[in-house]
């Protein structure tokens, strides 16, 4: 079946650009995590979903990182008025439930000019 | 918080030879310990998990160890081969409090053939 998918996979933006990435997990998973993952780094959490609430969200570095899962599928992750710290790959996760294994989403690339 | 250390950062080896990566974790509440393989520009992918009441597990040409009681556990690849070439990821959680995963910072495994 299909996989976790993410785009855009690629995004070019201007300090101070609003941009929005978008998560499509694999249906039927409940659990969708989003981590940030730096060059040379391991995925460092971001935020957690189970169904459309969102559980925990300590791991968003500051009020400008914004994400939803309305309908407790898709989900997007917002970054306002972004900076060139914020350039990373966004992965998506999902799994069938916090305890289960997590499937991870192929990433969006950003980078802030 | 939990805290993962990975070693080393960077493993060559000869096509044939061993590998083992080693992960210590600070959390003695953590019972769940993934392995992803990620290739450049891919996903991060699960190549095996183990769970806290197993001490080894193995999987053909990959096999993983715990010990509980000193806090490590590590994956062995045997018969390296060039498309074993990827960076792997540990990881730490726990099924109890915090569901979240504590990934390791990466080792790139080179395998010259």
């Known amino acids: 079946g299909a996989g976790v998918s993410q785009s855009p996979r690629y995004k070019v933006a201007k300090r101070g650009q609003d941009v929005a990435l978008r998560c499509d997990p694999i249906?039927?998973?409940?659990?969708l995590f989003w981590y940030q993952q730096a060059l040379g780094q391991g995925p460092e959490f971001l935020t957690y979903?189970?169904?459309?609430?969102?559980?925990?969200k300590s791991g968003l570095p500051s009020d400008r990182f914004f994400a939803e899962r309305p309908e407790g599928s898709v989900s997007t992750l917002k970054i306002q008025r972004t900076q060139q710290e914020d350039s990373a790959v966004y992965l998506c996760?999902?799994?069938?439930?916090?305890?289960?294994?997590?499937?991870f989403g192929p990433g969006t690339r950003l980078l802030v000019l | 918080g939990e805290n993962v250390e990975q070693h080393p950062s960077t493993l060559s080896v000869q096509e044939g030879d061993s590998a083992v990566i080693k992960c210590t974790y600070s959390?003695?509440?953590?019972?769940?310990f993934p392995w992803y393989k990620q290739e450049l520009g891919k996903r991060p992918q699960l190549i095996i998990d183990?769970?806290?009441?197993?001490g080894e597990k193995k999987d053909q040409r990959i096999a993983v160890t715990l010990n509980k009681t000193a806090k490590h556990f590590s994956l062995h690849i045997t018969e390296t081969q060039p498309e074993d070439s990827a960076v792997y990821f540990c990881?730490?959680?726990?099924?109890?409090?915090?569901?979240?995963?504590?990934f390791g910072r990466g080792t790139s495994l080179i395998v010259h053939p």
């Open positions: 183990i769970r806290s009441n197993v």
């Open positions: 990881a730490a959680r726990s099924n109890g409090g915090s569901y979240i995963p504590t």
């Open positions: 979903f189970q169904n459309e609430a969102q559980l925990d």
């Open positions: 249906s039927g998973h409940v659990s």
């Open positions: 996760a999902s799994s069938l439930g916090t305890q289960e294994t997590q499937y």
């Open positions: 959390d003695s509440a953590s019972n769940y």
